[in-house]
C-alpha cells in the first residue's frame, strides 16, 4: 500500500511540475477565464485540481492551425499557375504571329518579287527563249 502512494504521489507530483510549467509558457492570449497570473497562482497553490482546471478551463486552443501544403497541392498556387502559364503561353502566341506578319510583309515587298521560274527546254515556246545562252543575245553571229 505504501508504494501504491508513493507511485500516486511521484504521478501527482510530475502532473503538478508539468501544468505549472504549461501555464507558465503559454502566451497570454491562450488563457481563458481568468488572466495569466491567476492561472499560475491557482495551478501552484491548488497542485492536482488546479492541474485539472487549468487543461479543462484555462489552456485555450491555438488558432486556426496553420496548414501547410506543397505548392502542387495548393489550390490557389495552381489556379495563379495556369493563369501564368495561359499568359506566357499568349504572349508566346503573339509575338510568333508578330513575326509571321513581319515575314509576310517581306515576301509581299514588290523589289522582293521576281518572276516565276520559267520551264527547261523548248517544249513550242518562245524561240529566244531556252537553254541555250546563245538564243536571245543581241549582236550574236550565228
Known amino acids: 500500500m505504501a508504494r501504491l502512494l508513493l507511485i500516486l504521489a511521484l504521478v501527482a507530483i510530475a502532473f503538478w511540475v508539468y501544468t505549472i510549467v504549461d501555464c507558465a509558457v503559454q502566451p497570454a492570449a491562450r488563457h481563458r477565464g481568468v488572466s495569466k497570473p491567476a492561472w499560475m497562482v491557482i495551478v501552484i497553490l491548488v497542485p492536482v485540481l488546479g492541474g485539472i482546471l487549468w487543461f479543462l478551463i484555462g489552456r485555450g486552443r491555438a488558432g486556426r492551425p496553420v496548414v501547410r501544403r506543397a505548392p502542387d497541392d495548393d489550390p490557389e498556387f495552381l489556379g495563379g499557375l495556369s493563369a501564368r502559364a495561359r499568359a506566357d503561353q499568349d504572349e508566346r502566341i503573339r509575338r510568333l504571329e508578330e513575326e509571321l506578319a513581319q515575314l509576310d510583309s517581306a515576301?509581299?515587298?514588290?523589289?522582293?518579287?521576281?518572276?516565276?521560274?520559267?520551264?527547261?527546254g523548248d517544249a513550242g515556246g518562245d524561240p529566244g527563249k531556252g537553254d541555250d545562252d546563245t538564243r536571245g543575245q543581241r549582236g550574236a553571229v550565228g
Open 107 to 120: 515576301a509581299d515587298d514588290p523589289r522582293d518579287k521576281r518572276p516565276p521560274a520559267e520551264p527547261d
